[in-house]
């Protein structure tokens, strides 16, 4: 959690794999592993984790139908992970839009990067536990979250019933597979999952900061594509380790 090295792999009892936001949500890991695994046989000691992460998010987009973009390479692992940054950290899904704008500024991040890299959500799932307070006794006024669509909330209440909070749904219903702008017309159509995402155009902070970039991105696929291109660059610039910091880990997992 101190940058892009490649903290998030490490085992342990600091491990960020078991931070809040991170916790039955981050999946991959052993993909990553085998990956490496390959790499050491082919060419020992040269491809850090941190690289292998960036390059496999990039192909990950790429063959779901997103953009091609260059990854910069280089970035060497860190020693260490911290749990409780990835706690403090890490944007939630119940932050409002003012707060995770913030934390992206902290990173050099700002709001058009928010907004572009929310749209990541075009792809992949989230756990009950991380939407159900919008779908029962949301507040005084309202059992559901009046800014989510009716029949969304009804699939999802029958979804997580009785469950134990590790149900999944699509964070862009209707386009799960798909790396497109989908998942901005959701937010439009009071269809977003997740709090955090919904909050970019039906908050009051959303209304005034975010809302006009989300319409946007929904009219023109193709800015969205290489806007995000872009962010993914910057973001896989956050404090980088190179040169002789750190170390090109044998395995993932653990340090040398």
């Known amino acids: ?23 039955n949500s981050v999946r991959g890991y052993e993909v990553i592993d085998a990956i490496k695994a390959d ?4 060419c020992p000691g040269l491809v850090s984790c941190a690289d292998v ?8 987009v790429l063959l779901s139908g997103g953009p091609d973009y260059d990854v910069l390479l280089g970035r060497r692992d860190g020693l260490v992970a911290n749990q409780t940054l990835a706690n403090n950290n890490l944007p939630s ?3 409002n ?9 902290d990173v050099g991040l700002n709001t058009t990067d928010v907004v572009i890299l929310s749209g990541a959500h075009t792809i992949g ?17 309202n059992s559901v979250d ?3 669509d009716p029949a969304l909330a009804s699939s999802l209440q029958q979804l997580c019933r009785g469950g134990d909070g590790n149900q999944t749904a699509a964070l862009d219903a209707g386009s799960a597979d798909a790396f497109d702008n989908h998942y ?62 750190g170390q090109i880990r044998k395995k993932c997992s653990a340090a040398n």
């Open 1 to 23: 959690m101190q940058g892009c090295d490649g903290s998030i792999l490490l085992d342990g009892a600091e491990s960020e794999k078991l931070a809040a936001p991170n916790l």
């Open 39 to 42: 790499l050491e046989k082919a």
């Open 53 to 60: 992460v960036a390059l496999a998010a990039k192909y990950g």
């Open 93 to 95: 899904p119940f932050d």
């Open 97 to 105: 839009i003012t707060v995770i704008i913030q934390r992206f500024k």
């Open 125 to 141: 799932r989230s756990r009950c536990v991380l939407f159900s307070g919008r779908l029962a006794n949301f507040s005084a006024a």
């Open 146 to 148: 009046p800014t989510m």
């Open 184 to 245: 901005f017309k959701n937010l439009l159509a009071k269809k977003g999952l997740l709090s955090s995402d919904q909050g970019l155009v039906s908050s009051p902070d959303g209304a005034a900061a975010t809302r006009a970039l989300v319409q946007a991105y929904s009219y023109n696929s193709q800015r969205f594509l290489c806007d995000f291109g872009d962010a993914m660059v910057r973001m896989g610039n956050i404090a980088p380790l190179t040169g002789s910091a």
